[in-house]
């Protein structure tokens, strides 16, 4: 049994490149913990931390509550397996799972027995006299796991296993390396880029993005509600609609998002309405999922977009429909990040500013200011250095794209209608996610 933990860890390599930048992480003993993002985000740079493999430049990594900094990989009682198998061509299979054993000094007796109940576990007892270039793919990935398992390590850590393997065959190989290392209790830090191997294997997820983690919980929180703009884009098939919305509010009444030529009303009594009211005023982004919309009669009353069809994608089980409804999206490219002092001074600017603009409406305007200034009392309203839109995702230093919005639907299989059919959809609003200008979501108790 082991447990893993990154205490602010920092990798810069020679040429100047920040693989990992800061990094806290904490995996429990027994923990099947997946380390999910595109290529180059660091992930694996992570993983050979914790082997070994690579120092790094600031940080602790502690195993087991002990620094491993200095630590050899031999000492850490660890597991790997990489994503090339890594396999011994000149040995057979038996040789290859036993080859760790052999230089731990095991008897041949004890040795080909743990091989054997080793094999026999994987399905592959059959293969043991096969060399690995007469295996399948997924017959030498079981090879490459049990190379690993019968050591018995503390820790597994595996690099991208299924990367190489047929669809098919990634799916089935998912189940057996949840289930056995779950029947082993053996704590795994799995690195993948691929979001259905993460969601399905994993206890929690950690997300990241250019050697920056975004986000940590369990499936269903990185999923229901993610921490940053960037992991609500990248997780979910299809990809979550982020639309730009104007924010106006109604004090005790609602809260109007107006999204180009239409309007959806955050009743007041949403818990997170007084959150979404500090952006009176500015613009937000709106993130809705396709299960989060459910197509009505056009005709349909209350929190309803219209638009018409841009194309149809088939998947057989189901049919996407992208519509036209007037409105901008919100492409995620490069989000910035303020400093938590920054951050805090705009908060405190951007409610002064609602404060003094509820004084100035009239009796029948969108703020009515009574009890609003207590609200906030004790804010100073000072300006944040440098502008609060100035890496903002609606600045103009802001490095996102401007584009009409294309809704993702689910619809049935093969519906009856086809490109430019008027559709509308009802919206379920406590589904809606809210981010910010620098890409943080806007909720209130939400972890």
């Not at 794209?401 to 639907?409: F, G, I, T, W, Y």
Request: with cysteine; hydrophobic share 40%; proline share 5%.
């Amino acid at each position: 049994m082991a447990t893993v933990a990154l205490k602010d860890v920092t990798k810069v390599f020679g040429d100047g490149t920040v693989a990992v930048d800061n990094v806290s992480l904490d995996v429990g003993d027994g923990e099947f913990m997946v380390l999910l993002g595109p290529s180059g985000c660091g992930k694996s740079t992570v993983l050979r931390m914790v082997a070994g493999l690579e120092d790094p430049t600031n940080g602790a990594i502690l195993l087991d509550g002990e620094l491993a900094n200095e630590l050899a990989p031999r000492d850490r009682r660890i597991a790997m397996v990489f994503q090339d198998f890594a396999l011994y061509p000149h040995m057979n299979v038996g040789d290859n799972i036993g080859f760790p054993l052999r230089l731990s000094g095991v008897e041949p007796d004890a040795r080909s027995e743990r091989v054997a109940d080793v094999a026999s576990a994987l399905g592959i007892g059959d293969v043991l006299a096969r060399r690995p270039g007469q295996l399948s793919g997924g017959q030498r990935q079981r090879v490459a796991m049990g190379r690993a398992i019968v050591r018995r390590p503390g820790l597994f850590l595996m690099d991208e296993p299924l990367s190489n393997l047929d669809s098919g065959l990634r799916a089935e190989l998912r189940a057996e390396i949840s289930g056995l290392t779950r029947e082993l209790g053996v704590t795994t830090l799995y690195v993948t880029h691929d979001q259905a191997e993460a969601l399905t294997m994993a206890d929690r997820v950690a997300i990241m993005r250019k050697g920056v983690l975004q986000d940590v919980g369990t499936p269903t929180q990185v999923y229901g509600r993610p921490a940053t703009l960037y992991v609500a884009a990248f997780l979910g098939a299809p990809r979550m609609n982020l639309l730009e919305a104007q924010v106006y509010v109604h004090l005790d009444r609602h809260i109007a998002l107006h999204m180009g030529e239409q309007t959806l009303y955050l009743p007041w009594n949403d818990i997170r309405a007084r959150a979404v009211a500090h952006y009176h005023g500015e613009r937000i982004v709106v993130g809705m999922r396709a299960e989060a919309l459910t197509p009505v009669p056009l005709d349909t009353e209350g929190d309803v977009l219209r638009g018409r069809i841009r194309y149809l994608e088939h998947h057989g089980h189901e049919s996407l429909a992208y519509l036209d409804i007037g409105a901008y999206a919100v492409t995620v490219d490069d989000i910035g990040g303020a400093p938590p002092e920054m951050a805090e001074a705009r908060g405190i600017r951007r409610l002064a500013n609602l404060v003094r603009r509820a004084a100035n409406r009239d009796a029948d305007g969108e703020l009515v200011g009574a009890g609003l200034s207590a609200r906030v009392n004790g804010f100073n309203g000072k300006p944040a250095p440098g502008g609060r839109n100035s890496q903002g995702i609606f600045s103009e230093a802001g490095r996102h794209h401007r584009r009409p919005a294309e809704l993702a639907v689910r619809l049935a299989p093969y519906p009856a209608i086809n490109n430019g059919h008027p559709l509308a959809v009802a919206v379920r609003m406590e589904a809606l996610h809210f981010f910010d200008d620098r890409g943080q979501r806007i909720d209130v108790g939400w972890r």
